[in-house]
Structures are given as structure tokens and as C-alpha cells.
């Protein structure tokens, strides 16, 4: 198992931790001792991250048993056992802090985007996340997003055309930026543009942008650039997302609500691992 280089993620992870080696647990625990533990929901939350917790403790020790009782997408209440392990004691000691790492904040954003995803229910408009991932987590991360419901419109650079203020400064305007994209990238290859006024919509849609992003617009200014755009184009409504009323947001008509807070600056589930005594 070694799915877009999670072992190496890992890996990377227990390096950090652990260093040159576990020395509270090796002076602590005899070599021979075994336990069983179990993780526990401390509060209420969508579980993300099962599987990669147990990866972790595979890689420390494969005599380590991981039984998962619940699934990513799984809804949890605080005080439920969301997996139980037994085996050596001193590995499953220096896989903890990892585990629950990952563990932690995925199910942190797999949360956030699930309340998001809520909050727009019986609306057209779909919750995505942006690239301000953790460096290195990126693909965990928007794994997390979608475990909650919500959509990875670009992985990377390489997925799609966004032209945003720099691109459109540096290329002399939107319609320059988006006729040198036009003539540049494969025809199934979708062209987003981002805008600040309603002048910068009407020239996004002149220029026959595919998609229009309405960035850090008031609801009215919103509501405004959806009427104005008029299907001829997908709306993106972006620019501090996580802190606005998002049913709010979603009754402008805009069909796409990116929140870079998914990702950027969730609040980590509260789970903890105990050894059963």
C-alpha cells in the first residue's frame, strides 16, 4: 500500500517525531510488553484518516493490530471508539503522536467541509477547497475535503487555467491573459478568471472566459455579477469564505464556493489514543 506516496509522507513524519529514537518509551517499557489501546472521539465530528493511521503503525511495527469500528465519512460522537489496537507496547507508543496527527486534521477539514456542504444544502452552489494546503499534505488533505463532500477543483498548476490579478497585471488585462491562454492550452482545457468589480466580470465575459471567479465581493456585488454573467459562464465566489454566511453566499446563484480555510486553517478533531489498563 503506497498510494501516491503516502508511505513516504509517512515516513517522513515518523522521522520527524521520532528522531534517533523513542527514549521515554525505551526506558519505560520493557521490550516484551504488549497492550491494547483504543482511540476515542472527543467530540463530535466526520472521521478522516482510518486508514493512514493504521498505515502508520504498520510501518512502525507490523505486528501491531489496527481494527478499525468506524470509516472516513463516518459521523462521530464524543466518546466513541473510532479504532482499537493491540500488540507491542513500545511501538504503538512511538506511532501515537503520528497517528493522531494525521488523524486529527484530516478529520478537522473532513468536518469543516461537511458543515459547509450543510450550510448551502438545496442550493446548486458546491463547496471546493484552493491550493493553500500544508506544503507535503496537499493530496491528504483534499482527500479530507472530499471525504466531506466537497470538491478539489485543481490539484495543481498543471490542472487548469486560472488567471488571477498577477497573471492579468503582468499580461496587460483580461482579455490579453485569457486570448494568449485561448491560444495556448488544449481546447478541452477550461479558462478561469478572476475578478474584483463588475467592470472586470463584463471584460471576463467579453473575453470568453469559461469560468468567472467573484473574489472578495459583497453578497449584493455578488448577486450583481451572477445576473450580469447570466449562465454564459460558471461563478466562483472566493475571498475569505470560511468566515461569511455561506447559505448567504450560495443564494446569490453562484455555482462554486472555494474556502481556502478547509485546508489552510482548520481546526484539528479533538481524538486521543488510550491504553486500557
Known amino acids: 500500500m503506497d498510494i501516491f506516496g503516502l508511505d513516504d509522507i509517512i515516513l517522513s513524519a515518523l522521522k520527524e517525531d521520532v528522531g534517533t529514537g523513542d527514549i521515554t518509551t525505551n526506558c519505560c517499557i520493557p521490550c516484551d510488553n504488549r497492550s491494547e489501546a483504543y482511540f476515542l472521539s472527543k467530540e463530535d465530528g466526520v472521521i478522516c484518516g482510518i486508514d493512514i493511521a493504521a498505515r502508520v503503525f504498520a510501518l512502525v511495527d507490523e505486528k501491531i493490530v489496527f481494527s478499525p469500528l468506524k470509516k472516513d465519512g463516518d459521523k462521530v460522537n464524543k466518546g466513541d471508539i473510532i479504532a482499537t489496537l493491540s500488540g507491542p507496547s513500545r511501538a504503538i507508543l512511538t506511532g501515537e503522536r503520528v497517528a493522531l496527527n494525521f488523524m486529527q486534521r484530516l478529520s ?8 459547509a456542504v450543510e450550510s448551502v444544502a438545496g442550493t446548486k452552489a458546491k463547496i471546493a477547497d484552493t491550493r493553500k494546503s500544508t506544503p507535503g499534505l ?17 490539484f495543481n ?38 475578478t474584483e468589480t ?21 453578497i449584493e456585488m455578488m448577486a ?28 446569490t446563484g453562484v455555482d462554486i464556493i472555494s474556502i481556502g480555510a478547509l485546508t489552510h486553517s482548520v481546526k484539528s478533531l479533538d481524538i486521543s489514543l488510550k491504553f486500557k489498563k
Open 224 to 251: 450583481e455579477a451572477v445576473k450580469l454573467i447570466n449562465g454564459r459562464a460558471l461563478t466562483e465566489a472566493s475571498g475569505n469564505m470560511g468566515e461569511k454566511n455561506l447559505a448567504e453566499v450560495a443564494a
Open 157 to 194: 498548476l498543471a490542472d487548469g487555467v486560472l488567471i488571477k490579478d498577477n497573471h492579468i497585471a503582468a499580461a496587460g488585462g483580461i482579455a490579453a491573459a485569457v486570448k494568449a491562454a485561448r491560444d495556448s492550452v488544449p481546447h478541452v482545457m477550461k479558462i478561469e478568471v478572476e
Open 108 to 115: 478537522g477539514t473532513a468536518t469543516a467541509t461537511a458543515k
Open 198 to 218: 463588475l467592470d472586470e466580470v463584463r471584460q471576463a465575459i467579453e473575453a470568453g472566459s469559461d469560468i468567472i471567479m467573484l473574489d472578495n465581493m459583497s
Open 138 to 154: 496537499r493530496v491528504l488533505e483534499k482527500y479530507a475535503v472530499r471525504v466531506g463532500g466537497g470538491h478539489n477543483p485543481r
